[in-house]
């Protein structure tokens, strides 16, 4: 694909622009990246094959380390397609507690990508101002949920932990000092020259492209798609609560950072609005140790994007089959559009820019052909064939659609 | 003990750099180590420093249970970091496997594939308990030496 004029250069999987393992081989000329070819797998750990080994409740607690910054995120999303199964429903309180917890996870995460981002771009004050701020919410979960992370919130039907009017007081103390924190970073962020300058043009992913290539979360909503699971299919209270979906249209790695500053804004409104409306009443109901049989698809506006699990019971108290879509998968690919013909100096921020979390991502998937007796893995073209032969058996043609879509230069 | 060596030993327990490796761990002990070395924590006034290269490196801090993937690249991390050189093994994962302990693509804990000096439990270890563990690496050494 490059010639021998063009340098190639290995990136990972340990480097110190990196947090996660993960690989990069950059295509070089002079300081611009040609291409890039990124490799997956280092933090392959078989979570999805361990939680079909136990019990719903156990894998309550080990879905929720698919990720240790969105830990109740992965929870959520899979508790809401078991209670989904069992046609559980689940008190008032107790979704609009997950919704708080929800939304304190976010202000963390977007604190703590504030603060990487701002490393990534030599800006290390900004790095030690936000996580010095981000202890604070730190502070609150560890007080209601009892840790610091993967805080064990939810169970089936319910949450484990009820919020005290004393806890709620001091929420809403915390939240008045992050707002006002808050308030200063989106100055910063919108008026600091050296930020603007250093993020203003970089990691471009156009409209088209963010259609195209499936981006999810803020880095979506940068590029003026308004897509947030909260809004377009409301889970927990998010139904009966008022927030603004923000969105950018500057297309870039700065759009990107006002854009999560701006949510931490709004999520401070959704935890306000909760707590003054918590419903009274339990804060969980019994569950069947036993799910029926059954399959459910569950959606969850994760802080990096919308987060996928799906879940298929069988009867009986371990799950037939998980599998979990993290936001950073739908991600990825962006990242390789948006490094294309860059400068090679852009590329950490421009990775970091969409919050990547490898330890999400890192699923594995090997198909074999059903009928060889030595399981060869298919390759894609094939699998796209296939996939396209089992459509039209259902009566689905998209060989025309497909057509249509190359001819327009839509098609990867 | 020579006068030398006694100032070798005091300038390498006052001045540890970390080298931090994530081998397959979830980010919540990862991001736990950064909180440590943030002004909350400040692990700096120990005068720790997080280094970039394994070469410039006296201290691995590992989280993760060492995936496949991983294993070999933990190695030959460990093999260029100069001696003497230690080992710490941060959250339950790295400790002994965690959650995911006799998962079929973990080796289930760092001591299976390189020697650890000290553990630190926890699920996520908080940054409280990371600054525990390091100093009382410290102190080990200190006594180890003074030993000698």
Redesign the interface.
């Known amino acids: 694909m490059h010639n021998s004029k063009d340098f190639k250069i290995p990136i990972g999987?340990?480097?110190?622009a990196l947090?996660?393992?993960e690989g990069f081989s950059v295509a070089l000329k002079g300081e611009k990246i040609l291409g890039v070819d990124i490799r997956l797998?280092?933090?392959?750990?078989?979570?999805e094959?361990?939680a079909e080994e136990r019990t719903y409740i156990q894998d309550i607690?080990?879905i929720e380390?698919?990720?240790?910054?969105c830990?109740h995120s992965h929870s959520t999303c899979f508790i809401q397609a078991v209670e989904e199964i069992a046609g559980l429903a689940v008190p008032r309180r107790a979704l609009y507690i997950r919704t708080i917890i929800g939304e304190l996870e976010r202000i963390h995460s977007h604190l703590?990508w504030l603060?990487v981002a701002g490393h990534e771009i030599g800006f290390d004050t900004l790095?030690?101002y936000s996580?010095?701020d981000?202890?604070v919410v730190?502070d609150i979960l560890a007080s209601i949920t009892g840790n610091?992370?993967?805080y064990g919130m939810n169970t089936i039907g319910g949450v484990r932990r009820d919020i005290s009017p004393e806890q709620s007081q001091e929420i809403l103390i915390a939240l008045d000092i992050l707002e006002e924190r808050t308030k200063y970073y989106i100055e910063v962020a919108t008026q600091e020259s050296t930020i603007i300058k250093r993020l203003s043009g970089v990691g471009i992913l156009s409209r088209e492209d963010v259609l195209r290539l499936d981006a999810v979360g803020p880095t979506a909503r940068a590029s003026g798609v308004k897509r947030d699971v909260r809004a377009d299919d409301p889970y927990a209270a998010y139904g009966e609560l008022e927030f603004k979906v923000i969105t950018d249209e500057r297309c870039d790695v700065y759009g990107r950072t006002v854009v999560r500053v701006k949510e931490l804004m709004e999520s401070y409104k959704i935890i306000r609005q909760a707590l003054k409306n918590l419903p009274d009443g339990p804060i969980a109901i019994k569950a069947p140790r036993k799910i029926p049989a059954g399959e459910a698809l569950s959606r969850y506006e994760a802080p990096r994007g919308e987060d996928v699990h799906y879940v298929r019971a069988n009867g009986t108290e371990k799950p037939d089959r998980v599998k979990v879509r993290a936001p950073t998968l739908a991600n990825i690919q962006a990242v390789k559009h948006m490094l294309r013909d860059r400068y090679l100096a852009d590329m950490p921020i421009v990775i970091a820019a969409i919050d990547p979390?490898f330890?999400c991502t890192d699923r594995l998937i090997a198909l074999k052909e059903q009928e060889s007796a030595t399981g060869k893995i298919i390759s894609w073209p094939a699998l796209h064939a296939y996939s396209l032969e089992w459509y039209k058996k259902q009566g689905i043609d998209f060989t025309a659609l497909n057509k249509k879509l190359s001819a327009k230069g839509l098609t990867g | 003990m020579s006068l030398i060596k006694k100032i070798i030993t005091w300038a390498r327990i006052k001045s540890p750099w970390i080298l931090h490796f994530n081998t397959g761990a979830c980010n919540a002990c990862d991001i736990e180590i950064i909180a440590a070395l943030t002004p909350r924590y400040d692990l700096e006034r120990f005068g720790v420093v997080l280094k970039g290269t394994p070469r410039h490196a006296d201290v691995l801090v590992c989280s993760g249970p060492v995936t496949k993937q991983i294993e070999d690249r933990l190695c030959r991390i460990y093999e260029q970091m100069p001696e003497p050189k230690f080992v710490v093994a941060v959250g339950a994962c790295a400790c002994s496997g965690g959650v995911v302990r006799g998962c079929y693509n973990v080796a289930s804990g760092i001591d299976k594939v390189i020697p650890v000096a000290a553990y630190i439990p926890g699920c996520p270890a908080s940054p409280k308990a990371i600054i525990d563990g390091v100093v009382k690496l410290l102190a080990s050494l200190e006594d180890k030496e003074a030993k000698k």
Do not use: D, F, T
Request: hydrophobic content about 30%; charged content about 25%; proline content about 8%.
């Open positions: 999987p340990q480097h110190p947090k996660e393992p797998g280092y933090n392959h750990r078989g979570i094959k361990a607690y080990l380390r698919v990720c240790g910054i830990s703590l603060g790095l030690m996580w010095r981000r202890e730190m610091r992370v993967n979390c330890s």
